[in-house]
């Protein structure tokens, strides 16, 4: 069932950014609805993989989980990315599991309103999705690990909360529709089709 469980949203100011962190365990499609609302809105957009340290990629890639330590120093280069695109007059699209409140409120002390989308869907859907994906660093084994790490949006949360069952081009409509975004001053296009100098990989966060 889809939750919406914000605020009634507002219209947009001209100026005040309001970025979407796309959320959800591995396997839940963050970067495919991630580019899709990217491509529809000229919004900047970044991978959280992109902003791992590669010792981070290692222990994932063998099969190990993250600790928090791990995580705090990744989850801060995504919060000045987020504030750097905000420095820059735009609201962002930033995909993360962002499995725990804590992470989400280090999130949250972007400049702007942060609204988070978490995707969720049953464990056998999300485990079916990472064994048939390939190219990827993480294994379908730590899938329990994240699920079991998981603190869904409460309720007094910025964010909706969607199921994966649904198509995504519909999801993005249900995001677009209750994000209250700003419109852009100057159409971009979105970051990870323009050439960024950041290397592109196939990420943790499809």
């Known amino acids: ?6 605020p009634a949203p507002t219209p947009g100011s001209e100026t005040e950014p309001v970025h979407l962190v796309i959320m959800g365990v591995a396997g839940s499609g963050k970067t495919t ?9 000229h919004r900047p957009y970044a991978e959280a993989d992109e902003f791992h340290p590669q010792a981070n990629i290692d222990k994932m890639s063998a099969g190990t989980p993250l600790t928090d330590e791990d995580r705090w120093p990744w989850l801060r280069a995504m919060r000045d990315w987020l504030d750097h695109q905000a420095a820059e007059g735009d609201s962002a699209v930033v995909t993360c599991s962002a499995l725990k409140r804590t992470y989400r409120d280090l999130l949250r002390t972007a400049h702007g309103r942060v609204r988070f989308v978490h995707l969720t869907g049953s464990p056998e859907l999300l485990e079916e999705r990472m064994t048939h994906r390939s190219g990827h660093f993480m294994p379908a084994s730590l899938l329990p690990s994240q699920l079991a790490t ?6 007094d949360e910025d964010g909706i909360t969607l199921d994966v069952g649904t198509p995504p081009e519909e999801l993005v409509d249900r995001i677009l529709a209750t994000s209250a975004l700003p419109h852009p001053t100057i159409p971009r296009t979105p970051r990870h089709l323009a050439g960024d100098p950041r290397t592109d990989t196939d990420t ?3």
């Open 33 to 41: 609805v991630a580019t899709l609302i990217a491509e529809r809105t």
């Open 204 to 206: 943790e966060e499809r």
């Open 1 to 6: 069932m889809d939750t919406d469980v914000s």
């Open 150 to 155: 998981l603190e869904p949006l409460a309720d």
